[in-house]
């Protein structure tokens, strides 16, 4: 039975981290890792992973690792929600859809593929407002989602085999 494979992956910064070599160390940092998790459930009758890597330049060097709990559900009607990305699988159709929800709520097509021809990677960045010790700052955040359907789970599947076209979006709130 085929795999499918959510591979998230955060890189997070704060506003006074915004210059050209700010952006080149971030853009340094890979957007696919050997994967981690195992399946923890079911979706489209097929085992489905969650794997989630994150790294925040906020902080200092030494521990740059921060996972963040990731926004999911699984809604009545069969679609997943993931952040900002909706995955359904249409009826009578062995393709999966994969959207993007804008700021403003706008649903946008990202992929409808059976993901027989390599994975997908879909990215945005966005900013959102962060309260720590009464003071008030943007947090920005670079998520990139990596989508596969596997027949044999290997760890460096995202290492090791090539994207398809990539797609990106930004949504500055």
């Not at 998230?8 to 050209?20: A, E, L, P, T």
């Not at 407002?129 to 009464?134: F, I, S």
């Not at 670079?142 to 990106?168: C, D, Q, S, W």
Request: proline share 3%.
């Amino acid at each position: 039975m085929s795999t499918l494979v959510f591979q998230v992956v955060i890189k997070q910064w704060d506003k006074s981290q915004r210059s050209d070599a700010d952006v080149a160390s971030r853009d340094s940092v890979a957007n696919a890792y050997p994967i981690q998790a195992k399946p923890e459930f079911l979706i489209f009758d097929h085992p489905c992973i969650i794997d989630q890597h994150s790294i925040n330049f906020a902080t200092d060097q030494s521990n740059r690792l921060n996972n963040r709990p990731l926004k999911k559900a699984l809604l009545a009607d069969g679609i997943i929600e993931l952040e900002r990305f909706i995955i359904s699988k249409p009826a009578n159709n062995q393709s999966l859809l994969l959207e993007y929800r804008n700021k403003d709520k706008e649903i946008i097509k990202v992929a409808n593929s059976s993901l027989d021809k390599g994975w997908i990677q879909a990215k945005y960045n966005w900013r959102y407002r962060v309260e720590k010790l009464d003071e008030i700052f943007w947090q920005y955040e670079e998520l990139t989602l990596n989508m596969a359907l596997v027949t044999k789970l290997e760890e460096e599947y995202f290492i090791r085999t090539h994207v398809g076209e990539p797609h990106y979006y930004e949504d500055n709130d």
